[in-house]
Structures are given as C-alpha cells and as structure tokens.
C-alpha cells in the first residue's frame, strides 16, 4: 500500500532541539495531552487520540510536536503513527520530559484501542 505522502516526514536532529520551540509548542493543552498520551501508550495513530477533535485541528497539532522534535512519525500504509521522542529529549534537556510528563498528566487522553494501533 502506498505511503500518505509522497517525501518522507521530517524530524529535527537532536543538536536542533530548541528548548523554547518545544515550550512554545507545550502551552496549548491538547498538544499536552497528546504528548502525555504518548507517554503511556506509545506508537498510537493519530486517530486514536482525541476523537472530539476535528482531523484537521489534530494534524496541525501533530505536525507542530513533530516539527519541535517532540515526536517521531511513520507512515504504514495511510495510517500515521506517532512516538513521544523521549530518550532524545532526556539526552538534550535532562528531566524535562519527566517533569513535562507529570504535569501534563490530567490532560492524558483515553486510548481508542481499535483505531490506535497497527
């Protein structure tokens, strides 16, 4: 089955991690759930967080974690799956993740199991 897009996605190396990008991207509350979420359940598709969110709003979320290096994400098929790129963020900013990770967790989303994983 063919990929979702034509190039390949781009991840941002870890010498270009930038601590006030990825804050930036942290203010907003989904983005925040979407990272705890994450966090718990790795390697979930896009569908499978946030389903009273539009698709479009998710993509614009996701592409803004991806773009800060916040997470990592594959294309299998036409199905996005996404992974909170915690052991690079821990090597760049030691502990921030865990303290991101708990704080963030009240706005962790339930897993629609179905639509979340391959």
Do not use: W
Not at 16 to 36: H, K, N, Q, S, T
Not at 52 to 66: A, G, K, N, Q
Not at 91 to 105: N, Q
């Amino acid at each position: 089955m063919a990929s979702r897009t034509s190039m390949p996605l781009a991840h941002p190396l870890l010498e270009d991690f930038d601590l006030f990008r990825i804050m930036g991207a942290l203010a907003d509350p989904v983005r925040r759930g979407i990272v705890a979420t994450l966090a718990s359940s790795p390697d979930l598709s896009c569908g499978g967080i946030y389903r009273d969110v539009t698709p479009s709003v998710l993509t614009r979320h996701f592409r803004l974690l991806r773009e800060v290096g916040l997470i990592r994400q594959r294309d299998v098929g036409v199905t996005r799956y996404n992974v909170l790129r915690k052991d690079d963020l821990d090597a760049r900013f030691p502990g921030l993740m865990d303290l991101v990770i708990r704080e963030s967790a009240e706005y962790a989303q339930p897993v629609d199991a179905k639509k979340a994983r391959a």
